[in-house]
């Protein structure tokens, strides 16, 4: 493996990001799941903010999910919010705060993968532990030449190369990074490339974009917007499974076809293309479960509702 050209391209070309300043297991944890499917950039912002709300870990086991939802909106996928959240008060219980050490004691954290506690672990303990993320499993494979290598060819591959890396930290690093930025999926740079002396697909990449087909199902849903001048606005909590779980949105109704006028906004989900219009009843909520917040400061809610009270010129 191309050990010295790599790391030499990674000490000049690297990106400055906050997470790569630090060895605080905390901070790097949660980088790393904040990371694993949301872009840097939308990372960037909020993972200063989450340190200033919670700047260790028993304030993010002593919080509310609400508060750590709340902190979490924008980045998607919530159930890495919840993750993080249960996993933060199993170190309370089980590690007496401090973030676990052993790999095997990393992995039985909600929400940590062999990957993720990869990164940690090399990162932060100096462990001889491969990252094998999306990034990492492309440029292994245009290595390797061979679009065909299952999950334990590519472990097994990222375990020799690291195990030749002086720096196993520095080796995920640099390999993440050149993944991330000079072998992209679409346009790899080879002639900026380090390795390219040492990559069996250098200057000829063959088709590595996902053919998978994503099914996308439609859905139309009626978002009933009840508003009132003293008590704000009403909102329901979503169940704790399925689209937006957990987060709070004003009562939707599934339509049964699709409306001839127009959605307010449409909103897309990895499976989901949700149709979104506004309504404002006339009925009381009474009868409905759910309550009402002044203010929209605390509360965390879809970014797709966020759009759609932009759309409508709603503001509390
Ligand atoms: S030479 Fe090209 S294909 Fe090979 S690792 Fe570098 S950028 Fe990727």
Redesign the pocket.
């Known amino acids: 493996m191309p050990c010295k050209p790599l790391l030499t391209w990674y000490a000049i070309h690297h990106r400055d990001l906050p997470w790569r300043k630090t060895n605080n297991p905390y901070r790097i944890w949660v980088s790393e799941i904040m990371l694993q499917q949301t872009q840097v950039k939308t990372v960037l912002p909020r993972y200063e903010r989450w340190f200033e709300r919670f700047p260790s870990m028993d304030s993010l086991a002593a919080a509310s999910l609400d508060d750590v939802l709340k902190a979490w909106e924008g980045l998607g996928y919530y159930r890495r919010a919840r993750f993080i959240h249960a996993a933060s008060q199993h170190i309370m219980t089980h590690h007496q705060g401090h973030f676990p050490q052993l790999f095997e004691e990393m992995l039985a954290l909600p929400g940590i993968g062999r990957s993720t506690a990869g990164a940690i672990s090399s990162f932060c303990f100096h462990t001889a532990t491969p990252v094998l993320d999306g990034n990492v499993k492309r440029?292994l494979k245009?290595?390797q030449r061979d679009e065909q290598l299952n999950d334990k060819q590519l472990w097994h591959l990222a375990q020799s190369a690291i195990d030749q890396a002086d720096d196993a930290g520095l080796w995920n690093q640099a390999m993440m990074e050149?993944g991330a930025t000079?072998?992209s999926v679409r346009q790899?740079?080879?002639a900026a490339?380090p390795?390219?002396e040492h990559?069996l697909?250098?200057?000829d990449?063959q088709e590595s974009i996902p053919t998978k087909k994503v099914v996308v199902k439609d859905l139309y849903w009626q978002v009933c917007v009840y508003q009132h001048h003293d008590k704000g606005i009403f909102l329901q909590q979503r169940p704790a499974t399925g689209v937006w779980a957990g987060l709070w949105t004003p009562p939707l109704i599934e339509l049964p076809k699709k409306p001839t006028k127009k959605p307010q906004h449409i909103h897309l989900l990895t499976h989901r293309r949700l149709h979104l219009y506004a309504h404002t009843p006339t009925n009381d909520v009474d009868e409905l479960e759910g309550q009402w917040f002044p203010s929209l400061d605390q509360i965390a809610l879809p970014t797709g509702i966020h759009r759609l009270f932009a759309s409508i010129h709603l503001k509390l």
Do not use: Q
């Open positions: 440029v245009r290595w050149l000079v072998c790899p740079d080879c490339c390795v390219s990559c697909s250098s200057f990449v």
